[in-house]
């Protein structure tokens, strides 16, 4: 195998996804625990950063000149390359968080044992059913008292729409957790705790005949229990089939505690003999061979400075074929020109590393000098060709927005335009009239502090925002096909356009997109716009 293909296959390309507080940082904690990354578990982000407010987030953002939330972490486990993507939550929850799925070839969903489906991991999970890559379900915290074990399951075929099956089995949970039991293997994994930042130690384990054995281990009330479970689980549950996984209509599911350390490392080994190596990409000339063509990448994030002083930005590509070299010319489809990219860097948790090379399936960071946008094609200079572009996500939280100093509407528009423009908000305008009335859109409210601290500091211009009470966004797939003007909703619904005048629906509760539906018959409304 020619090392290029070796190198490209040794890689895997995950984002982690969950509902705040579900254990993500700590289950990563845990990944780079084994590969070796970090020394000690509990470095990988401070926890005050993680949970910092809305004023501290500024600051972060300003000292690091790059946010915190754009981790991307990179580490080797197993003669493996794996490269993580971070998928930030709590108050950090924006369209870059949607954007990043579409840079990842599979996604891990981790899940409180106790909480079961949450509402962030309801979203995200959406964005990866759309793009139907392989879902890996972790169970966490099962050291607490966690919710039953097929209730769980059930809970995630219903709630999300995908078939499960369970890889291991937890025995209890709580302070009666005892363990797991691996189904391949047919025995039982005794609970230990290792906490402390030590590797998961040499569990022990019994095979499930050795029902002596395991009834000292567990007990026999326990015992009991896992037999009668384990046969209804044989009976019940989703054939394993690898195939089903990786068109993402079938998820494997773990359970352990991260916290603990139980159940994590096998749980890694099994996600990455499972999971794919980078994954072919469409584009307008067909389907993109990550070993068989030279360097392309595209642009899935861009995150601009927040320090007024220096206004460069930072662009994000996930390499999809081929190997990176930072002294090669590049082509910037969209911009027409041929270029060397500057600064290539791995952004690690905290620190940035200059790379040299980097090769299909990795993530690199280049400084942007307000060149690229979203979506963006970098290619091979003897070659011209489009990735298919990123969707547009339907924000969630709307609110009008004035300058208050009205002599300064020129940097106003020229401002907001911008921001815009790199994917941090979307803005609307009314149907019927122009520019005056410009209504914002974002993913997470956060996103509405940016919008007012970018405005003041880099175009000083001061805003008022009026918030709308709506939630729901609505493209119009077919919107060339009908009479927009006749067409009658809800009476809260409002009909507004998007920057490149496509007209789009706004409500306030989902049971009016239903009625609106409903009422116009043929009307077809979608929630991402593909652009
Ligand atoms: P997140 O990134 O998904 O938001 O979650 P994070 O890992 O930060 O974990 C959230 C809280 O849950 C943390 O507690 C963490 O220690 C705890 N936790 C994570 N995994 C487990 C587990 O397997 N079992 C138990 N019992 N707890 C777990 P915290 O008190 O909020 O923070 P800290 O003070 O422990 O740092």
Redesign the pocket.
């Known amino acids: 195998m020619s090392d290029l293909k070796q190198e490209i296959n040794r890689r895997r390309t995950f984002a982690?996804i969950?509902?705040?507080?579900?254990?993500?940082?700590?289950?990563?904690?845990k990944f780079l625990l084994y590969g070796g990354a970090i020394n000690l578990a509990?470095s990988v982000k401070g926890?005050a950063t993680?949970?910092h407010a809305v004023s501290d987030w500024m600051e972060i953002e300003k000292e690091r000149g790059i946010s915190v939330t754009s981790s991307v972490l990179q580490f080797e486990y197993g003669g493996y390359c794996i490269n993580i993507l971070d998928t930030p939550?709590?108050q950090d929850f924006s369209e870059d968080t949607y954007r990043t799925l579409m840079a990842a070839d599979s996604a891990v969903m981790?899940i409180?044992g106790s909480k079961g489906v949450e509402a962030q991991t309801r979203k995200l999970f959406k964005v990866c059913v759309m793009r139907r890559i392989p879902i890996f379900t972790f169970i966490?915290?099962?050291?607490?008292d966690a919710n039953d074990t097929f209730d769980l399951l059930d809970e995630i075929e219903k709630e999300l729409g995908i078939a499960t099956c369970p890889k291991n089995w937890p025995i209890g949970s709580g302070k009666g957790f005892k363990g797991i039991y691996d189904r391949d293997k047919r025995c039982v994994v005794i609970y230990s705790d290792t906490e402390k930042g030590t590797k998961e130690g040499e569990a022990t384990r019994i095979p499930i005949e050795e029902k002596q054995r395991v009834e000292e281990a567990i007990g026999s009330e326990a015992a009991e229990k896992l037999l009668e479970e384990i046969e209804l689980l044989d009976g019940a549950s989703a054939e394993f089939d690898l195939d089903e996984v990786r068109g993402g209509n079938l998820t494997p599911v773990f359970f352990?505690?991260?916290?603990?350390n139980?159940g994590v490392e096998i749980f890694l080994r099994h996600f990455l003999q499972m999971t794919t190596t980078p994954l072919p990409r469409t584009a307008d000339c067909g389907v993109v061979d990550p070993v068989e063509r030279d360097f392309s990448a595209f642009v899935f994030k861009i995150q601009a400075n927040m320090n007024k002083a220096h206004r460069d930005r930072v662009a994000f590509m996930r390499i999809c074929s081929g190997k990176f070299e930072a002294s090669m010319e590049v082509k910037h489809v969209q911009g027409g020109r041929i270029m060397r990219l500057s600064q290539p860097q791995q952004i690690m948790a905290s620190e940035r590393k200059i790379l040299e090379e980097a090769y299909a399936g990795d993530i690199i960071g280049v400084f942007d000098p307000g060149v690229f946008s979203i979506g963006d094609t970098i290619c091979s200079p003897k070659e011209t060709f489009f990735y298919e572009g990123i969707p547009t996500f339907a924000p969630e939280h709307f609110a009008r927005v004035r300058q208050m100093d009205t002599m300064k509407r020129k940097q106003f528009v020229k401002g907001i335009t911008q921001i815009a423009q790199e994917g941090a908000i979307q803005i609307f305008q009314e149907y019927n009239t122009g520019m005056e009335e410009i209504i914002v859109g974002v993913v997470g409210v956060l996103q509405f502090d940016v919008l007012r601290y970018r405005l003041e500091n880099e175009y000083n211009v001061d805003i008022r925002l009026e918030p709308l009470p709506y939630e729901h966004i609505r493209w119009i797939a077919n919107w060339e096909d009908l009479d927009m003007d006749r067409m009658t909703g809800t009476s809260d619904m409002k009909k507004v356009k998007d920057m490149k005048g496509n007209p789009l629906l706004l409500f306030v509760n989902e049971w009016s997109v239903g009625m609106t539906v409903d009422r116009n018959p043929g009307l077809v409304l979608t929630e991402f716009s593909r652009n």
């Not at 966490?140 to 607490?144: E, G, I, T």
Request: aromatic fraction near 4%; charge should be positive.
């Open positions: 982690i969950s509902h705040p507080d579900a254990g993500k940082t700590t289950l990563t904690e509990g926890k993680a949970r939550g709590h981790v409180d966490n915290k099962m050291d607490r352990g505690s991260a916290l603990t139980f």
